[in-house]
């Protein structure tokens, strides 16, 4: 099954950080945090402007994004966990 956002929407899949900090400390899995980094799956059409004319998004599939850690909904589709927000919510493109 293939999802696919609407209008200013962003399809975003979580990358997992290292669960080891620079000094070698071993992070357990309950006192990790939820990464704020993800890699852009898909984008919807974009954005509808006032006139009626569309603008496009900025981010593009294959972008890897910084976002807010409590943004966007989570869903689940088949079995792999992503996130749908809004555009305006990612806070970067990572070079």
Do not use: C, H
Not at 25 to 53: F, L
Request: positive net charge.
């Amino acid at each position: 099954m293939e999802l696919r956002p609407l209008q200013d929407r962003v399809l975003v899949k979580r990358v997992e950080e290292e669960a080891k900090t620079k000094s070698g400390i071993i992070i357990p899995d309950n006192q990790k945090e939820k990464p704020a980094q993800g890699e852009v799956i898909s984008v919807g059409t974009g954005y509808r402007m006032k006139d009626g004319s569309m603008r496009a998004l900025e981010v593009k599939k294959g972008d890897k994004v910084l976002f807010s850690k409590f943004t966007g909904t989570e869903v689940k589709v088949s079995g792999q966990e992503y996130l749908i927000m809004k555009e305006s919510e990612i806070l970067g493109i990572l070079q």
